[in-house]
C-alpha cells in the first residue's frame, strides 16, 4: 500500500514501511526503511542540519538521508549520478518536482524487472510511486520508482534520468537506487569468488571513513563478484539481526558503493559500475538505470534469503517454469567432453532413462568443425559427422527412450577458427588498431550490432526448430575485454536481453538453463530469462558445499543447478563418496554429469535411488523455505534445511568435511518446524517437533571423510 501525506510518501509491504519525505527546502529526504510503521502523519520531523561549514542555501545536506543524493552542491559524499555540465564541471541539486502512484509494478524498459502478477495468479497487489527530481541547471529530470508488494519486504526501485535541456548531456554515472542507514557498527555481508569457486560469502566490518566499491568491471555480472550484498547491525546472524540487502537485477558491469561518512552514517547505492560507463542523452532522450531489490529483515540473513527466494520464484523467475519440477537430466559434458558419437549419447540416456532420469542434454560438440575449445563457435549447423540423423533424428531416439532432449549453445561467441569469423571478422567485438584479446580461444560477438542480434536469433530459431528441443543451456564462456567505447558494456547487456526475449518468448515451452563458464553470470537479470543457472563448472561435493552454501544468500536453491558428476573430480581431483555428491546436490536442480554406463552395479543402483529420492523431494526444494544451519565457512561442518512453509515436510543435510575423532560431532537443531508436531522419516521412524527443534539431532556420520546425511521428514497427521 502506498499513502501520500503532505509530501510524506509511505510505502508499506507485509512488515516493512518506507517512508521518504520532501523538505522544507524541496530535497527528497528519506525517513525510514525498517520494521511498519502505522499509517499517519510521523511525529519525528525530518531536520536539515545547519552546523556544517558550508551552507549553499542555509543549509547542508551533508548528514541527512536522502532518497538520490547530488554531488557538489549541498553534499560532497558521493553521489548517485553524475553529469558532466559545461565546462566539465559536475556539480549537480535534484529538487522535488512532481509525484504520482500507479497500481501494479515498474517496468523497465529493455531490461528485466519484477514481474506484477505472481506465477501462482494471486494478486500480490502492487503498487509503484514515481517521484520526479529535477536539476534545471544541469538539464536534467530523474524519475524514481519504487515498487511495493503487500505481500512482501522488498522495495525495488529503478530511475530514468532525462535530458530537460536544449544540449546534449553526458550522464558518467547513474546508481538506479540509494539506501541511507543510520549511525551504527555495520557489517557488509558480500559474494566475491573466481572460477570454480564462486559466491563464497565474506565479511566486514565498516568503519568511518571507509569506502568500499563491491564491484565487478569483467563484462558479465561475473564469476569474481555477485550483484547482492548485505548491510547487517553487529552480531547479527543467519537468524537474528537487522540486516538491509540490495540486489541488482542486471546482468552487465555493477557496483555497489558502500560509504561510511564522518559521522558514521552507511550510504549504500547499487547500480551500473561507472567505470567505463557513459550515456549521452540528446535533448529529450532518457536512460533507464536497472532494477535493484532492496529488502529488510529482522531475522538475519536467513531472513533476506528467504524473502528474495519466494520473491524471485513467484515474481522474476519465467512463470511458466518457475514453480514447476524440473526434470532430472544427465549431461554428457564430464562424460565424453567434445569426444561422442549419436550411438554413445544413445547410449549414456539408455542407461540414465533405466535410472530414473529424465532429460538428456547434449553438451559442447555438437555443431560446425567443434572438436575442440578452438573451433566452430558461431557455425550452429550441426555436424554431421558426429550425429548422422542430425538433431531430429537423435531427439526422435531420446523421445522415444521416454525421455526429454535439450542442448547446449553459448550464441553470444565466435571462434576466430569459424565460417561466422571468416565472412565477418568485424562482428566480433574489437577496439580498432588493435588485435582483440581472446580468451579459450573465442571472441565475444558484438551484439549492439542489430544485424548481430539478427544473425544470433535467426540461427538459434532455427536450430531449436530441428527437433524436439525441450531444454537449452545457454553458455557464456569468457569475460570481455576490448569494449570499443564508454557505455559499451551497458549497451551489450540490453542487446543480451534483446536475443533471450526474442529466444523465450519464441520457444515458451522450453526450459532455459543459464551458464558461463560455470556460474559466471547467476544474477537477478539472468534469472528473468532462466529459471534456473549452473552454478560452478566445479562440482566437488565439498566444494559445492561452499559455492551453493553463499549462492544460497542470494538466491532460491530452486535457481542453483547441482549436478552429481564422477570421481577423481574433474576440477579438483577429490574423491567424495556418490552418496555425499547426490546429498549435497538434492538442495538445488538435481541432475548427473558422468558416465552412467560406465558405473558398476552398486553405483547404479545408488543412482536409481538418489534419483528416486531426488523425484520425491523436489517440490519442496522449488517450494520450501531455505535454512542455513552450519557454515562451511566457520568450521569441519555443514548443514542446511528445506522446510515447507506450512512446516509439513522437511529435508536435512549434514555434513561432516573431514574426519575427526578429538572433538564431539556438532548438534543441529531444526528451524521452520512445527514444534508441537511428530515426524516421521522415509524408515518410519519417529521424531517429536520440539526435541528436533531445541534439542536437535546428532547426525550418525560414517567414520570417513566427506560423510553427509540427509533426512526426509514429514509430519503425521
Ligand atoms: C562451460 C560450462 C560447462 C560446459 C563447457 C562446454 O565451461 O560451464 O558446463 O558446458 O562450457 O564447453
Redesign the pocket.
Known amino acids: 500500500m502506498i499513502t501520500i501525506n503532505n509530501k510524506t510518501i509511505h510505502l508499506q509491504g507485509r512488515d516493512i514501511s518506507y517512508v521518504m519525505t520532501v523538505g522544507e527546502h524541496g530535497d527528497l529526504l528519506h525517513y525510514h526503511f525498517g520494521k511498519k510503521l502505522g499509517d499517519r502523519e510521523f511525529s519525528v520531523p525530518m531536520s536539515y542540519n545547519v552546523w556544517s561549514a558550508y551552507a549553499p542555501e542555509g543549509y547542508t545536506l551533508e548528514n541527512v538521508p536522502q532518497e538520490y543524493p547530488s554531488y557538489g552542491y549541498a553534499d560532497l559524499r558521493p553521489g548517485a549520478y553524475t553529469v558532466e555540465n559545461t565546462g566539465g564541471n559536475e556539480v549537480s541539486q535534484l529538487k522535488f518536482k512532481s509525484v504520482r502512484t500507479e497500481r501494479g509494478a515498474a517496468e523497465i524498459k529493455g531490461m528485466p524487472c519484477l514481474r506484477e502478477s505472481s506465477c501462482t495468479g494471486e494478486d500480490h497487489g502492487a503498487e509503484t510511486v514515481y517521484v520526479t527530481l529535477a536539476d534545471e541547471a544541469a538539464g536534467i529530470e530523474a524519475e524514481l520508482a519504487y515498487t511495493v508488494f503487500d505481500r512482501f519486504n522488498i522495495i525495488a526501485r529503478s530511475v530514468v534520468i532525462k535530458n530537460i535541456s536544449d544540449k546534449p548531456v553526458v550522464l558518467k554515472s547513474v546508481y538506479s537506487a540509494c539506501l541511507e542507514l543510520d549511525a551504527n557498527e555495520r557489517d557488509i555481508i558480500y559474494l566475491p569468488g573466481s572460477w570454480a569457486g564462486e559466491r563464497q560469502p565474506e565479511r566486514c566490518r565498516v568503519h568511518r571513513g571507509m569506502k568500499l566499491d563491491i564491484s565487478n568491471e569483467r563484462g558479465g555480472s561475473g564469476h569474481n563478484m555477485n550483484p547482492f550484498v548485505i548491510a547487517a547491525e553487529k552480531g547479527a546472524d543467519e537468524e537474528h539481526g537487522e540486516a538491509f540487502s540490495m540486489s541488482l537485477v542486471y546482468s552487465g558491469n555493477h557496483s555497489t558503493l558502500v560509504s561510511c561518512a564522518s559521522d558514521c552514517t552507511l550510504r549504500l547505492m547499487q547500480g551500473i559500475n561507472p567505470r567505463g560507463f557513459e550515456s549521452v542523452l540528446e535533448p529529450g532522450e532518457s536512460f533507464a538505470a536497472p532494477q535493484s531489490i532492496i529488502c529488510y529483515s529482522q531475522n538475519g540473513f536467513g531472513g533476506i534469503s528467504r524473502e528474495l527466494s519466494r520473491l524471485y520464484r513467484e515474481h522474476l523467475c519465467p512463470p511458466q517454469y518457475s514453480m514447476k519440477e524440473r526434470p532430472i537430466l544427465i549431461?554428457n559434458?564430464e562424460a565424453t567432453y567434445f569426444d561422442f558419437t549419436e550411438d554413445k549419447l544413445v547410449e549414456i540416456a539408455e542407461k540414465a532413462k533405466e535410472a530414473g532420469m529424465e532429460l538428456f542434454v547434449m553438451?559442447?560438440?555438437w555443431f560446425g568443425a567443434r572438436n575442440n575449445?578452438d573451433k566452430g563457435l558461431g557455425d550452429w549447423t550441426v555436424t554431421r559427422k558426429k550425429l548422422p540423423s542430425g538433431l531430429k533424428g537423435l531427439s526422435e531416439r531420446i523421445n522415444k527412450l521416454g525421455m526429454k532432449f535439450g542442448l547446449?549453445i553459448?550464441p553470444e561467441m565466435v571462434n576466430p577458427d569459424s565460417e561466422l569469423y571468416r565472412a565477418h571478422p568485424d562482428w566480433a567485438i574489437h577496439v580498432s588498431g588493435r588485435k582483440p584479446a581472446e580468451s579459450r580461444q573465442q571472441l565475444i560477438l558484438d551484439i549492439t550490432k542489430p544485424e548481430v542480434r539478427e544473425y544470433i536469433i535467426e540461427s538459434i530459431k532455427k536450430v531449436l526448430s530441428e527437433g524436439n528441443i525441450e531444454y537449452v543451456?545457454w553458455?557464456m564462456?569468457r569475460p570481455m575485454t576490448d569494449m570499443p567505447y564508454p557505455g559499451y558494456n551497458h549497451r551489450y547487456t540490453l542487446g543480451l536481453y534483446e536475443i533471450a526475449d526474442a529466444l523465450t518468448k519464441a520457444f515458451p515451452n522450453i526450459l532455459f538453463e543459464g551458464?558461463?563458464?560455470?556460474g559466471g553470470r547467476f544474477d537477478p537479470g539472468m534469472l528473468y530469462y532462466y529459471p534456473q543457472i549452473?552454478a560452478s563448472?566445479n562440482s566437488d561435493a565439498v566444494a559445492r558445499l561452499k559455492i551453493q552454501y553463499g549462492t544460497s544468500m542470494g538466491y532460491p536453491v530452486s535457481a542453483i543447478s547441482a549436478h552429481v558428476t564422477a570421481v577423481p573430480n574433474h576440477q579438483n581431483g577429490r574423491v567424495t563418496p556418490l552418496k555425499t555428491r547426490a546429498d549435497v546436490a538434492f538442495a538445488g536442480v538435481f541432475g548427473y554429469?558422468l558416465d552412467i554406463t560406465k558405473m558398476d552395479d552398486e553405483g547404479f543402483e545408488m543412482i536409481k535411488r538418489q534419483v528416486e529420492f531426488a523425484k520425491r523431494t523436489r517440490k519442496l526444494m522449488l517450494e520450501g523455505d531455505f535454512y542455513r544451519l552450519q557454515s562451511p565457512f566457520e568450521s569441519n561442518y555443514c548443514a542446511w534445511e528445506a522446510a515447507s512453509q506450512d512446516g509439513r515436510e522437511v529435508f536435512l543435510m549434514c555434513c561432516k568435511i573431514l574426519s575427526d575423532n578429538g572433538i564431539a560431532d556438532r548438534r543441529v537443531r531444526l528451524l521452520g518446524i512445527d514444534e508441537g508436531a511428530v515426524y516421521k522419516d522415509d524408515e518410519g521412524k519417529l521424531y517429536y517437533g520440539d526435541e528436533l527443534a531445541n534439542r536437535g539431532i546428532m547426525p550418525e556420520y560414517e567414520k570417513r571423510d566427506f560423510a553427509a546425511v540427509i533426512m526426509h521428514l514429514t509430519k503425521c497427521e
Open positions: 549431461n559434458w553438451d559442447d560438440g575449445d547446449w553459448e543451456k553458455d564462456n551458464c558461463a563458464g560455470g549452473w563448472d554429469e
